[in-house]
């Protein structure tokens, strides 16, 4: 599996895959603005700073935040997930 870096997030695009196998490496707010997530992901491991965030700004993603840098998310989507996953 190819490792990624933070940095690497500005340069490059990944799939959900690689960027689940490198997780504990990427800071959440530069992924989210940088990468094309899916709902689940961003459930999983965005709103998740506890358990995979970088730095301190990690932990205050908000879901507004992903409806915004990633919008072709719906709010409904998101809210689906968020159900889903409690």
Do not use: A, W
């Not at 690497?8 to 960027?19: F, P, Q, V």
């Not at 490198?22 to 459930?43: E, S």
């Not at 965005?46 to 990633?70: F, R, T």
């Amino acid at each position: 599996m190819e490792i990624v870096q933070h940095h690497d997030l500005m340069y490059n695009k990944y799939n959900i895959e690689i960027l689940e196998y490198n997780i504990d490496n990427l800071g959440l707010r530069r992924l989210l603005v940088t990468q094309t997530l899916t709902p689940d992901f961003c459930i999983k491991y965005v709103l998740n700073p506890d358990d995979h965030g970088m730095c301190v700004e990690d932990h205050y993603i908000s879901k507004n935040d992903i409806l915004l840098y990633q919008s072709h998310i719906t709010k409904e989507q998101l809210d689906k997930e968020i159900m889903g996953y409690k």
